[in-house]
T-cell receptor
Framework: AQRVTQPEKLLSVFKGAPVELKCNYSYSGSPELFWYVQYSRQRLQLLLRHISRESIKGFTADLNKGETSFHLKKPFAQEEDSAMYYC??????????FGPGTRLSVLP | DGGITQSPKYLFRKEGQNVTLSCEQN?????MYWYRQDPGQGLRLIYYSQIVNDFQKGDIAEGYSVSREKKESFPLTVTSAQKNPTAFYLC????????????FGQGTRLTVV
């Protein structure tokens, strides 16, 4: 069965500190991995996906198939990064499975 | 302006009444999804539809029903059989094929009193 876990419900860091939001998944095939972000009073939106290998708003994520992980990283956190972050998994033709989410709070 | 629209934003209903949440998209996406978002539980899939006139149950379909008569529309009915209907409901759509990702509506907060 497909499953996504995010071990931290809440992560608090100070502005300028590095951030790492953890995501692990279980899936037997070749999944596509995503990070979604939900800012206060805004809709859930795509942040980045592993197949595009891009950096969005300073965030990057590398798919580690050996460890079945897709951790989200940013070297220097900003206050505007405070939001709810969801890791998600999908496979061809199937639905999207989301983790429980991690609330990131960046303190001034 | 392309997008996915959910209405209404807030909905109040009395216990025992059925209620239908609207979801419309003009992105020409084949697939549509309904999720329920509860604090600490993330998004849980209720129903999804990969094509018109076809849909499948998700992980928590009990007490819910859907229809997909048109490509643009995927309404969700919360029936009186749903034991804990008060929640935030999210609709999403995606194109078919590899490399796709889900676009979300702004959500409907349903409160049953």
């Amino acid at each position: 069965a497909q499953r996504v876990t995010q071990p931290e419900k809440l992560l608090s860091v100070f502005k300028g500190a590095p951030v790492e939001l953890k995501c692990n998944y279980s899936y037997s095939g070749s999944p596509e991995l995503f990070w979604y972000v939900q800012y206060s009073r805004q809709r859930l939106q795509l942040l980045l996906r592993h197949i595009s290998r891009e950096s969005i708003k300073g965030f990057t994520a590398d798919l580690n198939k050996g460890e079945t992980s897709f951790h989200l990283k940013k070297p220097f956190a900003q206050e505007e990064d405070s939001a709810m972050y969801y890791c998600a998994l999908s496979s061809y033709g199937q639905n999207f499975v989301f983790g429980p989410g991690t609330r990131l709070s960046v303190l001034p | 302006d392309g997008g996915i629209t959910q209405s209404p934003k807030y909905l109040f209903r009395k216990e025992g009444q059925n209620v239908t949440l609207s979801c419309e998209q003009n992105l020409n996406h084949d697939a549509m999804y309904w999720y329920r978002q509860d604090p600490g539980q993330g998004l849980r899939l209720i129903y999804y539809s990969q094509i018109v006139n076809d849909f499948q149950k998700g992980d928590i379909a009990e007490g819910y029903s859907v229809s997909r008569e048109k490509k643009e529309s995927f309404p969700l009915t919360v029936t009186s059989a749903q034991k804990n209907p008060t929640a935030f409901y999210l609709c999403a759509s995606s194109p078919s094929g590899a490399g796709r990702w889900a676009f979300f509506g702004q959500g409907t907060r349903l409160t049953v009193v």
